[in-house]
């Protein structure tokens, strides 16, 4: 082996480290053990998929939005996503969650309680309201 292939190899070996990897597929077994999890454990975060799926925090990542986009879990709330369909409902609940919990609920009651203005603001606009009895009566005799 000559100098100059021993000086480009060893060149390109440390800067291998320094240029964007190419996203790696998600492998099905991924997701479908992660649909497991979420919904056994009726939550999601990133950490918990690094540590049962022993991948790294951007592939944990990529799963967690692929479950997202899938219907799986619903759209994170201080770091945590809460299973759409969770397979264990009869257990008590983890008193570590009940805070997550209260932060889901009340975005699906700001999302609800949005949708309901709205839909009374297009209901009123389609809706005349009856004339008083002064107001249709015109001009007074005096």
């Given amino acids: 082996m000559n100098r100059r292939f021993f000086l480009s190899t060893l060149s390109a070996l440390l800067a291998a480290p320094a240029l964007p990897a190419m996203a790696a597929p998600i492998a099905q077994r991924h997701i479908t053990t992660a649909t497991i999890i979420a919904r056994s454990h009726n939550r ?68 609800r309680l949005e949708r309901l203005a709205l839909q009374g603001e297009d209901e009123s606009a389609d809706v005349t309201l009856p004339r008083t009895r002064t107001e249709s009566s015109g001009p007074a005799d005096t």
């Fill in 44 to 111: 999601c975060t990133t950490d918990m998929l690094m540590r049962h799926l022993k991948v790294p925090r951007d592939m944990a990542n990529r799963i967690q939005t692929q479950l997202l986009r899938q219907g799986v879990i619903t759209p994170p709330v201080a770091g945590v996503s809460l299973a759409s369909n969770p397979t264990n409902t009869h257990c008590i609940p983890n008193e570590a969650m009940q805070p997550n919990n209260l932060l889901q609920k009340a975005a699906r009651l700001k999302d």
